[in-house]
């Protein structure tokens, strides 16, 4: 894929605006990391993105895909490098997300999604979190929850990356 300015600047576009930032700097990417317009590419920074095919580029291939469609604009979404390279082929297919239960933003739809199209039976799948919402949807699915005793979940404070963006702000 050719890498222009034109097509940075329309997958930027694509992220979450976040209110009180400057859009044209900073962005959320689709699971909220904060990504920096002027990281692209930049795997050493906390802020660095890349352009991501939603639906990974490798699966496309094998069914055969042209690479114009395999890139066009409607498949990519900018993504901070860390997300991005854990993601990597890994993604529910396509038709999971026309049920309007599920949305491709959201990444505990990308959670629930991800368990209910692996390999493993619904019955070996246990979702723990401290969050009700996402454990809602397990149970709505049929998957195994607990909810995590308070003792273990970690205390509410800012990541390093809003520490910085902070600072940034000031």
């Known amino acids: 894929m050719d890498i222009t300015e034109r097509l940075k600047r329309e997958v930027w576009e694509k992220g979450r605006v976040v209110p009180n930032f400057d859009p044209a700097k900073y962005r959320k990417d689709a699971c909220g990391?904060?990504?920096?317009?002027?990281?692209?590419?930049?795997k050493h920074s906390p802020y660095g993105w890349q352009i991501d095919h939603i639906y990974p580029e490798a699966k496309l291939k094998l069914r055969r895909l042209d690479q114009e469609s395999i890139d066009d604009i409607r498949n990519l979404q900018p993504m901070h490098w860390r997300k991005n390279k854990s993601?990597?082929?890994d993604y529910p297919t396509a038709s999971a997300f026309n049920d309007e239960q599920f949305h491709k933003d959201i990444c505990d739809d990308w959670i629930i999604l991800s368990a209910l199209y692996s390999s493993y039976?619904?019955?070996d799948v246990?979702?723990?979190s401290g969050d009700n919402g996402i454990l809602l949807k397990a149970k709505n699915h049929g998957l195994?929850?607990?909810l995590m005793p308070d003792s273990l979940v970690l205390a509410e404070e800012p990541s390093d990356e809003e520490r910085e963006i902070r600072q940034l702000k000031q």
Do not use: E, L, Q, T
């Not at 990391?33 to 930049?42: C, L, T």
């Open 33 to 42: 990391a904060w990504i920096s317009w002027i990281r692209y590419g930049d």
């Open 87 to 89: 993601k990597g082929a």
């Open 121 to 123: 039976p619904k019955s």
């Open 126 to 128: 246990i979702i723990v």
């Open 144 to 146: 195994g929850y607990f």
